[in-house]
């Protein structure tokens, strides 16, 4: 059975910081691309952030500079360093993993940016 399972969100002021982890079972986590998306209310979904299998990275440009994604394979986890959050990143963040038809998510992690 496939899980990711998101965590680290949070509530935090305006300029703060999160780590949001998103750790997989059930998949050959290496070979799987690997996405954070985000949904703020009455918008539609955004692609935050990629990291493919070979560790190409890609930032949405509303995020780009201060948000990082990487991976642990060992760990078979995905995370996404936030630094700089302004109230407008407020939103539900999902994990995803993708490779070829295989597509999977998380049930998402609240991120509130408010003073």
């Known amino acids: 059975q496939v899980q990711l399972v998101e965590s680290g969100g949070g509530w935090v002021p305006p300029g703060g910081s999160l780590r949001l982890s998103c750790a997989a079972s059930?998949?050959?986590?290496?070979?799987?691309?690997m996405n954070w998306y985000r949904q703020a209310p009455g918008k539609q979904r955004e692609l935050v952030a990629t990291?493919?299998?070979?560790?190409?990275?890609y930032l949405g440009d509303s995020v780009k500079g201060r948000f990082t994604i990487s991976r642990d394979n060992a760990k078979n986890t995905v995370y996404l360093q936030m630094n700089s959050l302004k109230p407008e990143d407020t939103a539900v963040y999902s994990c995803n993993a993708k490779l070829h038809l295989l597509d999977y998510w998380g049930q998402g992690t609240q991120v509130t940016v408010s003073s």
């Open positions: 990291i493919t299998s070979g560790d190409y990275t």
């Open positions: 059930g998949i050959s986590f290496s070979s799987y691309r």
